[in-house]
Every structure is written in structure tokens, then in C-alpha cells.
């Protein structure tokens, strides 16, 4: 007997992202910049986009 699941792909991904907490550092995947996190926000499609101090400039980027 095959059990499936009724959760996509796309649903397992989502889960499994861990927001970052103000203060924190974070470092971006794509290009590995690394700054203090001042904002989380999250978009209505699931995604975070995250508000970053690095050297005391302003820099966002996006966690799927």
C-alpha cells in the first residue's frame, strides 16, 4: 500500500524557511554579503524579504 502526500513540493519548501530575527546577521546565498538584519517583512506569496545594515548601508534581499 503506497501512502502519498496531498503537500506540493513547493508547500515543503515554504516550511521549511526559518526567519531571520532583528539583530541578527545574516549573509545573502547568491552573493555572500553578510549584514545585520533590521526589517523581516513577509510577501503574500510566502517569500521574506529581509532589511539588511551591512556597513551602514541599506541592502534587501529576498528568501524563498
Known amino acids: 500500500m503506497m501512502i502519498t502526500s496531498t503537500t506540493n513540493r513547493k508547500e515543503m519548501q515554504m516550511e521549511k524557511i526559518q526567519a531571520p530575527t532583528v539583530g541578527s ?3 545573502t546565498q547568491k ?3 553578510t ?3 533590521t526589517e523581516v517583512k ?3 506569496n510566502g517569500t521574506l524579504r529581509i532589511k539588511l545594515d551591512v556597513n551602514g548601508q541599506e541592502r534587501w534581499t529576498t528568501v524563498k
Open 25 to 27: 546577521q545574516f549573509t
Open 42 to 44: 513577509e510577501n503574500t
Open 35 to 37: 549584514g545585520t538584519v
Open 31 to 33: 552573493s555572500a554579503v
